[in-house]
């Protein structure tokens, strides 16, 4: 009886595993040196395709495909990294995001067109936090692309001069 | 040399104020203060591609909240890029009620927003405002494009003033059919003239510049058509100066040839003159003009000495 069990519970983990998108390996993002994509649960209910390009071990180029959006030209060969999970894959972007990065705003623009409430918190915290005024204000504009209650919540703290937020 | 212990105290007292003035708390909070606008106005200019009725609200309460002009100003620029009535009707209350400033950026932004009923709405405002709110309503039918509506306050003006600003405006909008119509009312002026030649109305300015029944008229036309440029005018000007023999049509001709450029066109007229007179007015305009060509009759004159 109990090896029965035993093996309904490792059937059961096998299709929660395959069923995950991520089929649960933790996504580190792209390494190796040039171009690596992949798709994530996007904003407006399709998927985004992220492309990256990497040298030395950092991103220097993106490009975005969705339904809403397309940047850049997808003519590369590039590593197929499957579908990730949204969080993880907003996690590895956003580690990239800070001033002297030419690619923030490539950056910024990716995590906000991720599905899910976290895009708006973090581009709030953008809004609240960062330094560099380019940035802000490029968070500030992909918040207003957002259609929620939150998004709007921080353009009122704004506008009415709260300085906390 | 003797130092006075005052005057190095004094100069002590002024640098340490200096660099306590560099470290003022005043100042940082001035600094804060046009961080937080430039926020507010990056929050406003996002606010243009969210939804409108989201935005409105947001926009609405800026107006109405204690913000500086200027960030008031970027929330009428907003306002009327949002694309609802309301958004008018509020520009439109600015424009009628709000702070001088803003009144006539309110206006300005009617213009841009180009909607046709707050549009309207600006006429009953011309008629009661002041010259500055008329102007900002002339501006904003130019941005508009709203050749009409200036028409109509240029024909109904009141005085010499209030139709020579709308008659200037329409030669800027280039409402050469305006002007034309404006010829033919008995409010004819010489600011039509240079209306006329702003608007690049070749065809009417050539009527009047061979008309010679006002003098003065012709010669205000003919100097005009300088001002509209090109191969037409520069034929019509050598014909009026050669075809003339008033001494102040050809003077105007001149002119009208001068403000064009057409060096080729005087130095034409030069050869072709036998007056020492006229040689010596039409090599004057030459050099006026800094054209080269003035060497080319120098070398000519030197050829004909040897």
Redesign the interface.
Known sequence: MKTVLRIVVVVVLIAACIGSESLGAVFDGPVDDGWHTWQVRAADGGELQIYVSIESGEPVQFRLRSNSICSGNFDVDATDLGFIDVDESIDWLQTYIEPRSRLGSDIIMAISLHSGARPVVILATIVKTQTDREIREEALFWLGQSDSDAAFDVFDRLLSGNASM | MYIRPKAVLAILALLAMGSSLAQSPVLKVSE?AD??E???I??????????PE??LP?VS??LS???SNEVKSRALFVLSQIDLPEAQSQLLEVARAGDSELRGEAIRMIGISGDAEALAGLADLYGSGDEEVRDAVLEAYMIAGDDDAVFQIAANASDAGEFEAAVEMLGVMGAQDELRRLRESSNFSNILIEAFAISGDFDTLRELALDGSDPERQARAIEALGIVGGENVNTTLIEIYRSTDSADVKESALEGLLISGHEEGVLELYRASDNAREKRKLLEILTVMGSDLVLDIIDAALAGDR
């Open positions: 804060v961080e937080t430039l926020l507010k990056a929050a406003l200019e996002a606010l243009m591609s969210a939804p989201r935005a947001l309460k800026v909240s204690n913000n």
